[in-house]
Structures are given as C-alpha cells and as structure tokens.
C-alpha cells in the first residue's frame, strides 16, 4: 500500500499530517481545498475517530465538506461569534516571504475569506511547491458574467504596465466548457511566467470591478509547512523566522486524491 503513493504524496502526507497535529479541541478550524487538504481532512477525520479530538470546520469548498463529512468531522460556518482559530489549506506555490500563489481547484475565493478570517493561516506543501519569483504557476482570477470580456480585457490592460515575463490570458476550462466556480463565477488564468511585483500586482488586479478575489495571498500565510518524500517535515514560521524539522511516519494508506 504504501508502494502506492508516489514521492509526492508522501510529501504532501507528510506535510498534511504534522500540520492535522496543530488542531485542539475546541478549535474553529479553516479546511482547504485540493490534494493536499484531502490529505489533512483524512489525517484529522483519523485523529477525530481515535483521540476524541472535538473540532468544527469550515470548509472551502464543496469537495472538501463532502470529505470531512465522510472523515466525521463536524462543521460549521463563518457566520459564528468570532474569528477562526486556525486555516490550513495548500498552495500552488510559496516563496521565501511565503507568499502565495492559489486557485489551481477553483476555490480561491472562499479560500482567501477564510484564511484571512483566521488568527492563524498554516500551509501544508510539498517542497516542489517552493519558488523564488511567484508566477510559474498560473494565476487564478476569479470573474463575473456580467462584462467579462471587459473585465479581461481591463485585466491586460494592468499587465501592460507590471513587470511580468508572460501576459497571456485563457480561461479555465472543464469537460469542454469554461470553468465554474462555486460561486457561478469563471476563472481566468494568467500566465505570468515571474510577478515581479506581486504585492502591487494583487492591489490593481482587485481594482478591476468584475474581478471579485485574485489567487495572491499576500501577508496571509503565517507558518508553511512543507513535506518531503521520505518523510521529513519542515514548519517555517514567517514572524519569528524560526525553522523546525521534524518527521512523520507516512501511514500505509492507498492514495486518497489523484491529481
Ligand atoms: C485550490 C488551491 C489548492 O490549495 C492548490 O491548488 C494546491 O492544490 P494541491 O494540494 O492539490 O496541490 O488553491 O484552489
């Protein structure tokens, strides 16, 4: 079984399962979306089943709500009395500031109201998700039908002016069709190549009115906790600069989500 799971699943295991060890009870927790949160919700839903642990959830995404349910993880919603405790979610890439680049499910919007409705957002990666330049990776828009063509086009307009390698727009398809959000909404992608500017690039982005969220996550990310293929754990701590390493024993479990 273990033979099952590829280098990078026992990276993003590894990871997924250190950072489920900083969930206690009591705690609101922000549950991501994509593989990797696939593989925390498996970690805490076994946590739940064999310690007791008693936590709420709030989910990301539809996806992620029909895990945690199936893990017997209780959940709830944002529209509570306080701040949550604590998000855990993956990334598409971090840098050395760890800041982000997310989206590749779709899910970025609800992904950034939840981290930055958390005291404390954690990202759980494996190291192949390390940069240093955000922009390889695709960046994710997330935009409304009404004038979206205008809205794209806006949106070129901004990259004429920032310092980015590519600037090629496409929008996300699936099964033929242009991509939906939970929301209704579509997603662009941008192809950057490198964002020069990521920070500044993530304030005109939002400043294109059929643009609800952009995938920057800037100053949102609080710890990164980063896993290897054989095991090995890094947590990096962006306020105290400190670093732990650490292992975990990767479970004999069959592969929970194929990317
Ligand atoms: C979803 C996301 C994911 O966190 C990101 O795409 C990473 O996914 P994975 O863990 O499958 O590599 O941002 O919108």
Redesign the pocket.
Known sequence: MFGELSPIDRA?FAAASRAADLVEDGMRVGL??????AWLIHCLGERVQEEGLQFQGVPTSRQTAALAVAAGIPLTTLDGPRWLDLTI????EFDRQMNLI???????LQ?KIVATASERMVVIADIAKEVDTLGAFPLAVEVIPFGRAMTQALIEEILVGVDVLGREVTTRMHDGRPYRTEGGNFILDLHLGRIGNARQLALLLNQVPGLVEN?LFIDICDQVVIGFGDGRVEVRDVHSGGVEIGRVEIAETGNLFI?
């Open positions: 993003k991501g979306t994509g593989s990797t949160a979610d993956g990334a598409d997310k989206g590749g499910g779709g899910a970025l992904e995938g990317d």
